[in-house]
């Protein structure tokens, strides 16, 4: 990642190193907001591959077994709606993902950076000032098929250029430094489950800020095709018979409460590895197909969308899911290269996402968010560009209302410190899919939502 912001490369270092070690999300240094879910209890199941673990917080009373339960009756019902939340981590460039290049002060902002006209991306249909950068092609073309909503300057008042205050708000859903739940978190308090971890999904190794709740289960999955049991020296055949052995071990009567316990986690551990052999095979390797071709490229990025539409083909009860994209925006210098990577391999691989949703007939119940905690300064800095203000997000689906919502301000009256203006709130994004695709009323999970307006995004 082209970064040379020393307290962002800590905050990350913060969330995702410390968070692994058992204890919930970390305490972080002073003067950063603490994470939304700090402090939440967290059960960590023996599944383990290379030292990764599936999680569940919020349900230190609850067993698998419950959990099993839950999941099962969760998945009696109707299919109901699921949000896919992408964060593109590290501020991206909104200026490149959607370059002005018929802005008269594009080129002298940018003299170096500035894409031309011709350079292979397309004019962007809404306003023909703008152009798709030539890696967010993929975008383009949902875009022209009408499913992708833009909103090509999305923030608030006042902006914080802070990594992590901007992403703590866009993360808790509110202006409020000492918020300690996640907007998506109230949402499944309001219409989750007691019994359902499957409801709120990091496909990650931590739990997503933006999922922690107050009441109801949620969990942390790095990838499904990670979970398998290995024993040094031990390989098959002999593996599949020990592995059933450890689980009928489980049902068996036990003497002493120390017996019970450890004939329990085994009978929790087998069920668990039970739900999850149609997505993992010899060696940890997938044993589900995808019905389009995925990205080799971008890490474990695309490798989990694809699970993903797995197991929500599988009939998994899903409702919020949150992810990281490919690499980091964070693009103080290097920022061509940075983009040409990065954006490539994201936009690919949730266009690949979008086809095998269509393939599976799942598209009209899945909208993917894609997001970032600000934007970047419209003057560059020679290879790179610095903290801004208003960014860019999308709404992409076969649901999405497929339009912009507010409209690019131009660079001719930027704000008192030189950035880029917001026209539509990042909280009013989030009060339009609450009403719009949860049917359900906004202010359970963002606070005065009242008073923010409700763009269109969903057909």
């Given at each position: 990642m082209a970064c040379g912001c020393n307290d962002f490369n800590r905050a990350q270092l913060l969330r995702k190193g410390a968070a692994v070690a058992g204890r919930g999300l970390p305490k972080i240094e002073r003067g950063m907001p603490l994470p939304a879910g700090t402090g939440m209890d967290r059960r960590t199941f023996l599944l383990r591959s290379a030292g990764t673990a599936i999680s569940v917080y919020g349900a230190s009373m609850l067993g698998v077994r419950h959990f099993e339960e839950g999941i099962a009756k969760a998945a009696e019902g109707p299919a109901k709606p699921v949000l896919v939340s992408i964060f593109m981590?590290?501020?991206?460039?909104?200026?490149?993902?959607?370059?002005?290049?018929?802005?008269?002060?594009?080129?002298?902002?940018?003299p170096v950076l500035a894409l031309k006209e011709g350079?292979?991306?397309?004019?962007?249909?809404?306003?023909?000032?703008?152009?798709?950068?030539?890696?967010?092609?993929?975008?383009?073309?949902?875009h022209g098929e009408g499913k992708v909503s833009v909103l090509p300057a999305v923030g608030y008042d006042p902006p914080d250029e802070s990594h992590f205050t901007s992403?703590?708000?866009?993360?808790?859903?509110?202006?409020?430094?000492?918020?300690?739940s996640g907007w998506m978190g109230r949402l499944l308090d309001a219409i989750g489950e007691?019994?359902?971890?499957?409801?709120g999904l990091s496909l990650d190794y931590s739990l997503a800020p933006a999922l922690a709740s107050t009441r109801v289960p949620v969990a942390a999955v790095s990838t499904p095709a990670e979970y398998r049991l290995w024993t040094y020296g031990v390989d098959e055949p002999i593996m599949a018979s020990a592995v059933r052995t450890y689980g009928e071990l489980g049902t068996l009567a036990a003497p002493s409460a120390a017996m019970a316990q450890a004939r329990g986690a085994s009978l929790d551990t087998s069920i668990v590895l039970g739900q999850m052999a149609g997505f993992v095979g010899e060696e940890g390797k997938p044993t589900y197909t995808?019905?389009?071709?995925?990205?080799?490229?971008?890490?474990?990025?695309a490798e989990r969308l694809a699970a993903l539409a797995a197991m929500l083909a599988a009939g998994m009860p899903?409702?919020?899911?949150?992810?990281?994209?490919v690499g980091g925006y964070d693009t103080h210098s290097d920022e061509v290269e940075t983009l040409k990577t990065n954006l490539g391999e994201t936009v690919e691989s949730v266009l690949a996402f979008q086809r095998d949703l269509e393939a599976r007939g799942l598209a009209d119940r899945v909208l993917v968010q894609l997001w970032s905690e600000f934007g970047r300064r419209p003057a560059e800095n020679g290879s790179g560009t610095d903290h801004g203000a208003a960014g860019a997000a999308f709404v992409i689906g076969t649901k999405a209302k497929g339009q912009m919502v507010g409209e690019f301000p131009g660079l001719s009256q930027l704000d008192e410190n030189e950035n880029l203006r917001n026209t539509s709130d990042?909280?009013?994004?989030?009060?339009?899919?609450l009403e719009q695709w949860f049917a359900?009323?906004?202010?359970?999970?963002i606070p005065g939502a009242a008073s923010l307006p409700r763009p269109v995004l969903v057909r």
């Open positions: 981590e590290g501020g991206w460039d909104a200026m490149s993902v959607l370059a002005p290049i018929g802005d008269p002060l594009y080129k002298q902002l940018r350079e292979g991306g397309v004019k962007f249909t809404e306003d023909e000032r703008l152009m798709w950068h030539p890696q967010a092609a993929g975008l383009a073309t949902l992403r703590h708000y866009w993360e808790v859903g509110q202006l409020d430094t000492e918020t300690r007691p019994d359902n971890p499957l409801q995808s019905p389009v071709a995925y990205p080799k490229e971008g890490g474990q990025f899903i409702r919020c899911v949150s992810l990281s994209g990042f909280r009013a994004l989030y009060c339009s899919l359900t009323e906004a202010g359970v999970a």
